[in-house]
């Protein structure tokens, strides 16, 4: 079965950093790789991805220069560092690998997506 698991949620103080890890397990995670959230009463947003063809990323506006993705092929591995982190942060967190036919992942088409964590819950507050 295909599965992709995250781990490294909690709490936070504004201005903290995390680290999300999301590992698949059943498949190899050689497929373009997002990370979305959504937070209390707001529809789910497209936070960064990876594409699977040369590694480019692509992140929103609001985490640029904050936030970080990386994989790890060798640890079936994707994860998301998160730095100075807001209470606008704070949300549910999830992965997600695209159907294996994209090789160029896309931030703001998430019904491409073919597989999604479970969610982890990420609260930036003093």
């Known amino acids: 079965q295909l599965q992709l698991v995250e781990s490294g949620g909690g709490l936070v103080q504004p201005g903290g950093s995390v680290r999300l890890s999301c590992a698949a397990s059943?498949?190899?995670?050689?497929?373009?790789l997002g990370w979305f959230r959504q937070a209390p009463g707001k529809e789910r947003e497209g936070v960064t991805c990876?594409?699977?063809?040369?590694?480019?990323?692509d992140y929103a506006d609001s985490v640029k220069g904050r936030f970080t993705i990386s994989r790890d092929n060798a640890k079936n591995t994707v994860y998301l560092q998160m730095n100075s982190l807001s209470p606008a942060n704070t949300a549910v967190y999830y992965c997600?690998?695209?159907?294996?036919?994209?090789?160029?992942?896309?931030?703001?088409?998430?019904?491409?997506?073919?597989?999604w964590g479970q969610g982890a819950q990420v609260t930036a507050s003093s």
């Open positions: 059943g498949f190899s995670l050689n497929y373009a």
């Open positions: 997600a690998a695209m159907a294996s036919m994209f090789r160029r992942c896309v931030l703001t088409e998430p019904n491409k997506y073919a597989y």
């Open positions: 990876i594409s699977s063809s040369d590694g480019t990323t």
